[in-house]
């Protein structure tokens, strides 16, 4: 979560700035930009997942930052197209102290699952236990606001897509190893990972706060190269906040 409050910082400061200059402008404080800055918060799920690497509901959190331009289909007509881009940063919570690591008989682009007590030692105390995924994201979205006068108020809904594109995958493991030794290790892999994610989503709600959600249509893992022969795909929803 520190590369979000960094990209958020560099992304929202010039247009808080703005903001607070341009309080006069027709849109009320919002920077006179066509588009969208969207910060998104929620709970990221893995479908179809083995009992061996089951995940912790809350702690499994996502975030999203999309800035998305609006193009009008049509005067006055309520519908617009937004295409998009930013970045996805989701973090699965592992359970029962099993983690990933490179499968030997696969090779290095693998993973399998493993004990951290059969790492580190019997009687390993695992304080945290996660895994993060971070993808650069291009949303596309059909949106339509039902106050047809000012897109920029009122209730709307979007139906769209986006597709990821993988730039680092890591695991962290908070433990206490038997000797006493607390320990931060952070591990980059591939891990088997599919470099490329594509899915269907959906936002509801008015200018300023949205609901929505992600249902992934492609596999989180490579056929043959995950855990366990595992064909699990995400579903992540939460809470949007429009920033400008």
């Known amino acids: 979560m520190k590369r979000l409050i ?9 247009f808080s700035i703005y903001a607070q200059e341009g309080k006069n402008n027709p849109l009320k404080g919002r920077p006179d930009i066509n588009g969208d800055l969207f910060l998104d918060f929620g709970f990221n799920i ?18 999203n930052i999309y800035f998305q331009r609006s193009i009008n289909l049509g005067e006055k007509s309520g519908y617009t197209f937004n295409p998009g881009i930013g970045f996805g940063l989701d973090k699965m919570a592992l359970k029962n102290d099993m983690t990933l690591v490179n499968d030997p008989d696969k090779g290095t682009n693998s993973s399998m699952v493993a004990d951290l007590e059969d790492i580190y030692g019997e009687g390993t105390v695992v304080h945290k236990n996660t895994m993060a995924l971070n993808y650069i994201d291009i949303p596309l979205e059909f949106r339509y606001h039902f106050n047809k006068s000012d897109y920029n108020e009122g209730f709307r809904i979007a139906l769209g897509g986006k597709v990821g594109f993988l730039y680092n995958a890591h695991t962290k493991n908070d433990i206490t190893t038997p000797d006493g030794v607390r320990q931060k290790i952070k591990t980059t892999q591939d891990y088997g990972l599919n470099k490329v994610r594509y899915g269907a989503y959906t936002r509801v709600g008015l200018s300023g706060f949205n609901l929505w959600a992600y249902y992934g249509l492609n596999k989180v893992f490579e056929k043959d190269l995950g855990p ?13 906040i429009a920033l400008f």
């Open 6 to 14: 960094i990209i958020l910082l560099v992304f929202t400061f010039p």
């Open 228 to 240: 366990l022969a595992i064909e699990a795909s995400q579903f992540n929803f939460g809470l949007s």
């Open 46 to 63: 893995l479908n179809n997942r083995p009992e061996d690497l089951n995940t912790k509901f809350f702690a499994s959190k996502t975030a």
